[in-house]
């Protein structure tokens, strides 16, 4: 039985946060296509790639203070017309102590893959 798309986004979207906390690179790295696009939310740094973000992710993780994010699903949005969706939330980074260093808002554009749902593309805002 398939699984109803925004289910599918939900729990893709968990295992992307449990890959996060666990420093887990090849966990990441199943739920990005290979061209994935990420705009930081601070700098509006752009990410092109798979292979970029990972680095960039790799670098996080062997920082002295590690910061660990969360991000959490407001919506989700389908298309009627492509394989398609847009998922907004809010996220955070916290530290060790599990104080809040940075948050603010996101969106990510999903794309069916087969019988996977991946992130194509996040734009993030820091608010705090």
């Known amino acids: 039985m398939d699984t109803p798309p925004e289910l599918a986004i939900r729990m ?5 946060n449990q890959a996060l906390a666990d420093a887990d690179l090849p966990a990441i790295g199943d739920v990005l296509t290979p061209g994935t696009v990420l705009v ?7 990410l092109a790639g798979r292979k970029a973000q990972l680095t960039a ?7 002295r203070v590690r ?9 989700v949005t ?10 907004q939330g ?19 554009k999903w ?3 087969g019988a996977d749902r991946l992130i194509e593309a996040e734009l993030y805002l820091t608010l705090a």
């Open 78 to 87: 389908l298309s009627t017309v492509e394989p398609i969706a847009f998922e």
């Open 40 to 46: 930081a939310g601070t700098d509006s740094a752009l």
């Open 57 to 63: 992710w790799k670098n996080e993780f062997a920082a």
């Open 90 to 108: 809010a996220w955070r980074g916290t530290d060790p102590d599990g104080i809040v260093l940075s948050s603010g808002i996101y969106t990510a």
């Open 67 to 75: 910061t660990t994010y969360v991000r959490s699903t407001e919506a």
């Open 111 to 113: 794309r069916r893959v």
């Open 12 to 16: 893709q979207r968990a295992r992307f």
